[in-house]
């Protein structure tokens, strides 16, 4: 009898598995996801999620759901699973799930408001290689909103799609387009199971959150300092509205539309993160909004970060094995690094926080990457560097990926089109004092024409033809008669162009770079601005707000027309030509 009830025992403990009612891990894992064991193969949701889970320490899961009800039945189910409950019928259930970190299961029970079909598209991402995505039958099978297709359809539609090879290369940046969510969505399934009682999609491919403003608080408060912390926070603040804009007749008028607000600026330092040549920032699961250089866009780009969905990119290069950097670093790399314009605005709206940076490690380096093939720092952007309190000797020029110590990030204090924080007016008067302090004594013009060449070749600068004015030598014979002097501000030093805008009292030219060292003006002066009609950048408009100038705009017609809510770079670089027989009335006011 002794050796019978040993195989007495086996017998029932088989027989409870089978019918689903023993304490195999499996069938406490379906009870807990609310589905019923399929008695013969345990073909359900909670015996494929138990395959996950065996033989792990710690699994961390997603579960999408309205309330922790499932949550809790998990936790109790299996120790081992972290799991934790994402409703993704709320308004910020994916700025949650994107902060989390490293998912290894997502788990649709469809008990929520939202929908499966769009709940896949934006959580498929958050799960780390070779994640599974599990769902049960009733999500997969519920209808979704646009054609009624259910997420069982949309799973085999983009298996199609990887079939007919439509994905083809997809490392190109700036594909912001549905279709291209949708290929980079089936570029990331590495497999489907679809069985009865569940379908499973196992992901392949890294994908990282892009981080704005808030969403990097969040991600630092999750990390309960392990991954960084806010050093310093301003207040935000509303966009000054201080110049006074006169436009000639056209159909871009009245287009100077920025945010009434601009955000707070604040100083992030970061342990450990990666950082890669053309403004690539990140850490374990996420891009670092130091990554982007339009923070308040609805949708974050960055040309060396393939945009693989609104809220997930990787970096274009993949990073492996980055240098480790020993100390402090400050970041001031740039999309286009090396490139006059992108300088004045963007590298310059972050020079706010060195100083703080400064005073936190004295040893601090400043840190940018080659870019475009220029390996070194042009002299321009060393004697901006300087007149910020950056010399040469501290500035670390990175070629490959690294990751740094701590690395230090702030706030742009300017985006175009979008914003100016009145904060940047001490910045500017800061460097302008300084850089004029160097400029050869001289006299210098009151009335400043900023001419444009046909072709760039200044360091840094573009290459090839870009907002070409076909009559330029008319009009600068008539601005000639009217007491202006024509310049090409790339011919001068910092010191002296900071020199040169301080001492004019009306300033005219071709809307680009060069009037960009409107910066260095000390009082509001007229700013007479030629522009193509299909450019639509904004860096004058809102500097000018910042320093109250009055701007007399005068748009041209472009070769090539903008369509309505549509960015072109063809027409954006459009030559064009200025008509003076049209606007010379116009003019005429502008500089008298």
Known sequence: ?????????????????????????????????????????????????????????????????????????????APSIDVTTFDPGTEDWHDRLAVHGAIEVVLETGAHDGQPVEALGASLFALGLQGLYLVSPEAADRPGP????????????????????????????????????????????????????????RKRRRSLAKLDEARADAWLDAGEGRRGRVLLREDAAPVPRLARILENESHRSDRFEPNPEAPAPTLREYDGPFCAPGQVVGARGVLLPDTYRHLTRQRLINRYVVD??????????????????????????????????????????????WEEAQRRDPDVKALV??????????????????????????????????????????????????YVHPRIVGEWAGLSERLAAKAPDGDRPRRLFCSRRTVHTSPGAFKGQRRVCHNGAEVEAWFRER???????????????????????????????????????????????????????????LISSALGHEVHTVYCPADIPRRPR?????????????????????LERAVS
């Not at 025992?9 to 609310?34: F, I, K, N, S």
């Not at 494929?48 to 499932?70: F, H, I, M, N, Y």
């Not at 999309?335 to 709206?349: I, K, L, P, Y």
């Not at 004697?383 to 740094?404: H, K, N, Q, T």
């Open 146 to 201: 646009r054609r009624g297709r259910t997420l069982r359809q949309t799973v085999a539609r983009l298996l199609e799609i990887q079939q007919q090879d439509e994905v083809g290369e997809l490392s190109h940046p700036h594909r912001g387009t549905s279709r291209s969510d949708r290929t980079h969505l089936a570029d990331s399934i590495a497999s489907v199971e679809d069985r009865p009682g569940y379908l499973a999609v």
């Open 483 to 541: 007491g202006f002097t024509v310049v090409f501000t790339e011919d001068y030093t910092m010191a002296e162009q900071a020199a040169l805008f301080r001492g004019a009292e009306i300033v005219a030219g071709y809307a680009g770079s060069a009037l960009f060292n409107l910066i260095f003006t000390t009082q509001p002066i007229r700013v007479v601005l030629i522009s193509s009609e299909s450019y639509t950048a904004q860096n004058e408009f």
């Open 566 to 586: 549509e960015w072109s770079s063809a027409a954006f670089n459009s030559a064009f030509t200025v008509d003076l027989d049209r606007d010379r009335d116009f």
């Open 369 to 418: 990457g080659v870019n475009a093939g220029r390996t070194s720092l042009a002299a321009f952007e060393l004697e901006l560097f300087a007149a910020a309190g950056i010399p040469a000797d501290r500035i670390e020029l990175i070629d490959s990926p690294v990751r740094p110590e701590r690395l230090i990030g702030a706030t742009p204090l300017f985006d175009n089109p979008r």
């Open 308 to 353: 693989l969905a609104p809220d997930w990119g990787r970096p274009a290069t993949p990073v492996k094995d980055p240098e480790r950097l020993p100390g402090t670093y400050y970041y001031l790399d740039s999309e286009f690094r090396g490139h006059f314009g992108h300088a004045m605005t963007e590298q310059v709206s972050r020079f706010w926080g």
């Open 1 to 77: 009898m002794s050796g019978l009830r040993p195989r007495v025992e086996a017998v029932r403990t088989a027989v409870r598995h089978l019918v689903g009612r023993g304490d195999c891990l499996g069938c406490r894992l379906a009870e807990a996801t609310g589905g019923r064991s399929r008695r013969r193969r345990g073909d359900d949701l909670g015996h494929r999620l138990a395959q996950v889970v065996e033989g792990r320490r710690r699994t961390r899961v997603a579960v999408l759901a309205r309330d922790s009800r499932v949550e809790r039945a998990l936790a109790d189910a």
